[in-house]
């Protein structure tokens, strides 16, 4: 289903794919992916703006389907097609107008303000593989805080929920809540608790076993903490 919330319409599309369309007609896609974008049949092709957060979400195909000609492509500067099983094409040889960033950086792109944010799970924390190396780790990946039509958009991308998290203004906020190689359901219930946006909308669960979810569960915690919260189940 659309949620509509401000002047935003947003669609979760799957695991990190999120469909963003301000009343002004700006169409935003973050992540599109293989086994993110939904019906690999549909080409939309209406993206003004299509953010990567790091390499697992990196897949030209996907990106093609969701990028109108003009569109400009935000990927992490970590992104490395040679490290990556699925693809050779580098971002820069897509069609579109690339731009690599990094952490912390922020942009005016026309009538859109753009910063990334930090993400990484901590080396000492839970989301570590079996030789207790971060799967994520620090400086190869990012999140997007958009601002569209007068309302903000954070989606932290695969991370932890990291103390520089804390003190960002977010209207709506797009968490993870899978768990695995990003913060679960507990874990970002306790961020959305921090940061107090006006609606949260849960993201990256249920695609695949290994980051299964108890949506329900999370939005019972996060509407128990005075935090609004919707569901966009698929």
């Known amino acids: 289903m659309t949620v509509h ?14 469909r963003l369309e301000g009343q ?13 974008y939904g019906d690999l049949d549909s080409e939309p092709r209406d993206g003004d703006l299509v953010l990567v957060s ?20 935000i990927v992490h500067e970590s992104v490395d097609a040679g490290a990556l099983e699925w693809t050779d094409e580098q971002p820069e040889a897509l069609p579109y107008e690339v731009e690599r960033v990094r952490a912390n950086e922020s942009f005016i792109l026309g009538p859109l303000d753009l910063s990334t944010t ?17 799967y994520h780790p620090e400086g190869e990946g990012c999140g997007f805080l958009v601002t569209v039509d007068g309302v903000t958009v954070f989606w932290p991308g695969d991370t932890d929920a990291l103390a520089a998290h804390d003190d960002l203004v977010v209207d ?3 968490p993870p809540i899978g768990g695995g190689t990003t913060m679960d359901r507990h874990e970002a219930a306790a961020l959305a608790e921090r940061l107090e946006p006006d ?5 990256h669960y249920d695609t ?10 999370f939005v019972v915690d996060v509407a128990s903490r005075g935090v609004p919260v919707v569901l966009d189940a698929k």
């Open 199 to 203: 609606l949260v909308l849960p993201v």
């Open 24 to 36: 002004t007609g700006t169409v935003i896609y973050t992540d599109p992916g293989p086994e993110h």
């Open 208 to 217: 695949f076993d290994a980051i299964a979810a108890d949506a329900e569960a």
């Open 172 to 174: 709506l906020f797009l």
């Open 118 to 134: 930090p993400a990484y799970n901590e080396p000492a924390g839970p989301h570590t593989d079996e030789q207790g190396q971060p």
């Open 5 to 18: 919330f401000g002047a935003l319409a947003v669609d979760w599309l799957g695991l990190a794919t999120v």
């Open 54 to 73: 790091h390499g697992d979400h990196y897949d030209p195909d996907s990106i093609r389907r969701v990028a109108h000609e003009d569109a400009i492509v």
